[in-house]
């Protein structure tokens, strides 16, 4: 993970301190998609739903679809929802593996 101080005896020998920032900044764009009141909304819909097209979504939320394309962009980027294509249609699922393991990091970071 992070390469810290070395703790010798005399305290003498320390290391450069080593943040990957790209994986942090990663790590930060998957929370934040999941910290948003509409995007939970959207999803909760989704579970609901089962699937669910970007047109039944926007209609049953009340959204512009360019909203809620957009929304669903970064839950998909994210990786808390999947689509499934179905002749014409693309349906939208709740990525349960994905959900669970981010409320699973998310524990251990605030149980540490």
Same mark, same amino acid.
């Given at each position: 993970m992070f390469d810290f101080l070395q703790n010798t005896e005399n305290m003498e020998t320390l290391t450069e301190l080593e943040i990957n /920032? +790209?994986? *942090?900044? !990663?790590?930060? +764009? /998957?929370?934040?998609? /999941?910290?948003? !009141? +509409?995007?939970?909304? *959207?999803?909760k819909l989704i579970h609901k739903s089962g699937k669910i097209t970007v047109t039944e979504l926007y209609r049953k939320m009340n959204l512009e679809q360019s909203v809620a394309s957009q929304h669903l962009a970064i839950l998909r980027t994210a990786g808390f929802v999947q689509t499934e294509r179905d002749r014409r249609f693309v349906f939208y699922k709740v990525n349960y593996k994905n959900l669970e393991y981010v409320e699973q990091q998310s524990r251990n970071l605030i149980n540490q």
């Open positions: /920032i +790209l994986e *942090i900044r !990663k790590a930060a +764009l /998957i929370f934040r998609a /999941i910290n948003h !009141k +509409l995007r939970q909304d *959207i999803m």
